[in-house]
């Protein structure tokens, strides 16, 4: 923490590059599990091509295809790219959208495509999400960029009441909906947000049926959950994890493809604890299950929920039925999280097999203090108490 | 106690000193339109209808076209060299002394904004967001105001919080998030507040002060007639926002209720010419955004925000206007709304280069040309109340002050980790206190796993003391 305080109050010097004062990522020195997410090496990520072309979810035609190494940025990019090449009735629009957007998205996008239908709208949320439920009533593929997830709630009205119940209230009429919309928006914690540039809000659209919510975990999931969103006949609000926009890297199909989104995916097979969880938080679970399966010679099972609403029920249950524990791992507040939704929905299909209370590793109900957040959100250390709970009840 | 409203007008100075809590209040409001309860009168050249009333018939078919008005002007006191325009004009009621305080406030902001800006790119702050070209619209406009009128502002105005004294250990407290900064080291750098100042907690998302600054004032307006003061004494309202912000439905739901229920607020938008990367052009078609409070019923005026005589005049007679203590507006209160253009040369924040979507010739270009700093100082040079000399003493002198305060701030402790928890409510609740005990549980339970030393009182400043 010591800082050449002294050099610097004597001569400021603008060129002159000081370290930095305050140890924002470096670790405490004997830390064993809270230390940095190495993503070079994390085996969430896909690494080689061949282990990528071996994913059974990929269709033929991307199987056989090549890939290239992309971040999430870019492998979002090349989904919106390819929307909007395949089908003329894709738009895309938001704040900033045209320059490439703040987090680079839709870089190049409006010089391939045009204006018309890559374009800056004015600083309106209600209205980018109303306009762009509009052009889906009327047969177009709008995809509206939200800035920041923290700042959708001017837009909640027209998600909540008219996006989510545009085909309930118009019964028998056919085609009247608003499918074909997806409202992208960053999400999440990078560590120095704070109140407002750190926020999950996915468990206030879970809350809506007609709503699907989507939240992919790297570039190869966030490129096929997108263009299946994009297909998808019903509104998606697609949350966009924006610290693995530049962290998570790894080798992504050149070709389109979509995944599904009504399938949880296992990422790891285990007997003794399923851990659940979606978006970033999976890294830290999985460097969380490394070190108690060594310490505790135990197995654990991992699941990426990826559609956290509608969700695969299925899937979970039938994991923690046969592992009999369940630690469920997300970013936002514990009180009335997607947590509480999959430990209710646990207790109903394992109620028999359970042999421990259900762990929720979450963040607490409270909001982002800036110099907090590593209190915050859900560490290495925490998740693994909560595997070793599960385990030691 | 209750409100009685649309009740016919009362002079300000008949407003009576509440004694009586129960005896019915009556307000200076405006005296309602009077339209016939019954239809339009046979013959009647006029609409006479409630929603549009003095409408004249026509049988002529033509649409108001914005593209054939004229742009409204722009008021300016002093031109690009500091001269004084209209000599004609009555003097400028603006003593050396106080030119050369607002000259020394946009200098110490501006010096700020250098030296954190580049403390930011060196990594010892996460985040910062200068207010380059302006300097003038905060500084010029808050020294119009009262000390006791309350301020909700967006974030690209440090003069506001410079003017009314904010100490720059202060400003720093809150850059670096430490266990002085009131704002308990929760906010991105930037978001200042100040009960002390009168000036609310700045909050990232935006335009949400907007009709916050209405309600304020409505209160305010309540508050001071109840406590009789007299119209001197009585507070007004200033909210700021970018011209990016005035997309929001927000801002058009303040302007329409500020106006309805008659409030003294003062709206101040700052046009820069940019939100981020959109400039203007895709932003609005209309004459920018004082065209828009004309449509709301609102007395409006575009200032040049390189002027900081022309902000702090306007803002001077704003305040006027909206306390109702001018002649024409029926003695009153009511919104007023101010935009004042100034260039935005600095990037948005130090997370954007915004070379990205705009020549770098083209801010050159802006910044050689104009500057409310260089303006002023212009103006003083000319007065002889300034010269070179004293532009280096002052400003090493700032810088000086700048850098003590930063060594100062930088090296403190962070507040206790339990300010994670507090002030979510008002008391910390049941759930939060089993929250911080388990916590502390694992801040024990995995001490290698922790560095909990950088916060006041380490793992125990999770507890009360
Ligand atoms: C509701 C909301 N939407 C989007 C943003 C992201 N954002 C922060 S500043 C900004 C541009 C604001 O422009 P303007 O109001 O003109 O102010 P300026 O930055 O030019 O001073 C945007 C889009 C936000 N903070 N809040
Ligand atoms: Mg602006």
């Known amino acids: 923490m010591a800082a050449p305080l002294r050099s610097l109050s004597r001569a400021w010097r603008p060129s002159k590059c000081f ?32 282990t990528c072309l071996a994913n059974p979810e990929l269709p033929e035609s991307a199987k056989s295809s090549t890939t290239s190494r992309q971040n999430l940025f870019q492998s979002v990019n090349s ?85 989510a119940k545009v085909r309930y209230r118009a019964g028998t009429n056919p085609g009247m909906h608003a499918g074909g919309l997806v409202v992208r928006m960053p999400a999440g914690g990078v560590g120095h947000g704070a109140l407002y540039h750190s926020q999950s809000p996915e468990a206030l659209f879970t809350h809506i049926p007609g709503l699907r919510v989507v939240i992919p975990r790297s570039p190869v999931q966030a490129k096929g959950l997108l263009l299946a969103s994009i ?66 010679g135990i197995s654990c099972e991992l699941i990426d929920l990826r559609t956290i609403y509608p969700w695969d029920r299925e899937t979970v249950v039938k994991s923690v039925s046969k592992t009999g524990r369940a630690v469920i791992v997300h970013e936002s507040m514990i009180n009335a999280g997607v947590g509480a939704e999959v430990a209710a929905t646990i207790q109903e299909g394992c109620f028999l097999t359970l042999e421990a209370p259900v762990q929720r590793i979450c963040g607490w109900s409270t909001h982002m203090g800036l110099v907090y957040e590593r209190f915050n959100v859900p560490d290495v250390a925490r998740i693994y108490d909560g595997i070793k709970k599960a385990i030691q009840y | 106690m209750y409100f009685r409203h649309g009740c016919r007008r009362v002079a300000p100075s008949k407003v009576l000193p509440i004694g009586a809590r129960n005896a019915p209040i009556t307000y200076p409001t405006r005296a309602p339109r009077r339209w016939s309860s019954v239809s339009q009168r046979p013959g009647s050249d006029h609409l006479v209808f409630p929603g549009a009333v003095d409408s004249k018939f026509t049988t002529n078919l033509a649409f108001e076209r914005p593209s054939e008005k004229t742009a409204m002007p722009t008021f300016r006191i002093m031109d690009q060299d500091g001269k004084i325009i209209d000599k004609d004009r009555e003097p400028l009621v603006v003593t050396d002394e106080e030119a050369i305080k607002w000259y020394k406030d946009m200098l110490t902001v501006s010096i700020l904004d250098i030296i954190m800006f580049e403390a930011q ?80 907690t700045i ?87 004082a065209s828009r409070g004309i449509g709301y019923g609102i007395d409006t005026i575009r200032v040049d925000g390189n002027d900081i005589f022309a902000v702090r005049e306007a803002t001077k007679r704003a305040r006027e206007m909206a306390l109702g203590l001018d002649n024409d507006g029926n003695g009153e209160p009511r919104p007023i709304l101010i935009e004042a253009m100034s260039y935005r040369v600095s990037h948005h924040s130090t997370s954007d280069d915004s ?75 049941e759930e939060q206190e089993a929250q911080i005990k388990e916590m502390g549980r694992i801040l024990e339970e995995y001490k290698d796993e922790y560095d909990v030393e950088e916060f006041e009182g380490g793992r125990n400043g999770l507890f009360k003391a």
């Open chain 2, 121 to 200: 790119r060196q990594g010892r702050l996460s985040f910062y967001m200068v207010s380059a070209g302006e300097e003038g619209i905060a500084v010029g406009s808050s020294a119009a105001l009262s000390p006791a009128d309350v301020i909700f502002a967006q974030y690209r105005e440090t003069g506001i919080f410079q003017q009314r004294g904010f100490p720059l250990s202060a400003f720093m407290s809150q850059l670096f998030c430490n266990k002085n900064d009131v704002g308990r080291g929760r906010n991105m750098p930037v978001h200042y507040g100040s009960k002390e100042l009168n000036i609310h």
């Open chain 1, 19 to 50: 370290p930095s004062a305050r140890t924002y990522s470096t670790h405490p020195p004997n830390a064993r599990l809270n230390t940095e997410i190495d993503y070079k090496t994390t085996p969430l990520l896909h690494h080689t091509s061949s």
């Open chain 2, 355 to 429: 070379f990205a979507y705009r020549a770098r010739v083209e801010v050159e270009d802006w910044k050689r040309r104009d500057n409310p700093i260089t303006r002023l100082r212009k103006y003083l040079e000319s007065r002889s109340a300034w010269d070179e000399g004293r532009e280096k003493e002052v400003r090493a002198a700032i810088r000086k002050d700048v850098l003590k305060a930063f060594a100062e701030a930088e090296g403190e402790k962070r507040p206790p980790l339990r300010s994670l928890w507090e002030d979510v409510y008002e008391n910390v609740t």
């Open chain 1, 231 to 296: 297909e998808c006949n019903d509104p998606v609000v697609f949350l966009e994890p924006k610290i693995l926009y530049r962290a998570a890297v790894e080798q992504v199909p050149v070709a389109a493809y979509t995944l599904p989104l009504d399938k949880a995916e296992i990422l790891k097979q285990g007997s003794d604890v399923t851990i659940i969880s979606y978006g970033t938080p999976l890294y830290t679970c999985q460097k969380a299950l490394e070190a108690a399966e060594k310490d505790f």
């Open chain 1, 79 to 163: 989904a919106l790219a390819h929307a909007l090449r395949s089908n003329d009735s894709t738009l895309l629009f938001g704040e900033d959208v045209a320059f490439g957007g703040v987090f680079r998205c839709s870089m190049n996008l409006a010089t391939e495509f045009g204006s018309e239908r890559v374009f800056n709208t004015p600083l309106s949320e209600q209205g980018i999400v109303g306009f762009a439920i509009g052009c889906a009533m009327e047969g177009m593929r709008p995809i509206a960029e939200i800035q920041f997830a923290d700042y959708v709630y001017p837009a909640f009205d027209q998600l909540v009441n008219e996006a």
């Open chain 2, 203 to 289: 909050s990232s998302p935006l335009a949400t002060q907007i009709p916050q600054a209405a309600g304020a004032a409505y209160a305010l307006k309540l508050q001071d007639a109840l406590a009789g003061k007299s119209p001197e004494e009585r507070r007004v309202v200033a909210c700021y926002f970018g011209e990016g912000a005035a997309s929001e439905g927000d801002f058009h739901a303040a302007l329409n209720i500020a106006a309805t229920r008659s409030t003294p607020c003062i709206f101040i938008c700052r046009n820069n010419g940019f939100a981020i990367s959109t400039p203007t052009l895709e932003q609005y078609r209309g004459d920018g955004i």
